[in-house]
C-alpha cells in the first residue's frame, strides 16, 4: 500500500512521474480492475478528494491523456463505453464510478 497524505494528492496531476506511472499503468491495462492505487483513509484522505484530483490529472491538455492511452491500449476505453474523446470527457467530468474503479481506500 502506498500511504498518501492529503498534502501528497494536490501534486497528483503535477507530478511528472506519478502521471507516467499513472499512464503505463493505463497502456497495459484490460479493464479498470487491471490494478489499484490504494489510499491510507487514515490520513485526511477521502474518496471524493481522491477522485477529483485523478480528474484533474485526466482534464489536463484537454483530456489529452485519451488520445496516449487510447494510442497504445484502446480496448481499454472500448471496455469502459467510451468512443472518443467526448465520451472519455464526459466520464471525467462526471466522476463516472467505472473509469475511477482502480481507486480504494484502507483504513
Keep these: 500500500m502506498k ?3 492529503a498534502e501528497t494528492l ?3 496531476a503535477s507530478n511528472q512521474q506519478f502521471k507516467n506511472q499513472f499512464k503505463a499503468y493505463l497502456a497495459t491495462a484490460i479493464d479498470m480492475n487491471g490494478f ?3 489510499f491510507n483513509g487514515r490520513k485526511e484522505v477521502n474518496f ?6 485523478f480528474r484533474e490529472l485526466f482534464q489536463q491538455g484537454n483530456y ?9 491500449n484502446a480496448s481499454l476505453f472500448r471496455n469502459l463505453g467510451i468512443d ?15 473509469l475511477y474503479k482502480f481507486i480504494h481506500l484502507a483504513n
Design 10 to 12: 494536490d501534486h497528483i
Design 84 to 98: 472518443d474523446i467526448e465520451d472519455f470527457a464526459e466520464k471525467v467530468d462526471n466522476l463516472d464510478i467505472e
Design 48 to 53: 471524493n478528494m481522491v477522485k477529483l484530483k
Design 36 to 38: 489499484q492505487y490504494i
Design 3 to 5: 500511504s498518501y497524505k
Design 64 to 72: 489529452g491523456i485519451y488520445n496516449e492511452i487510447n494510442n497504445a
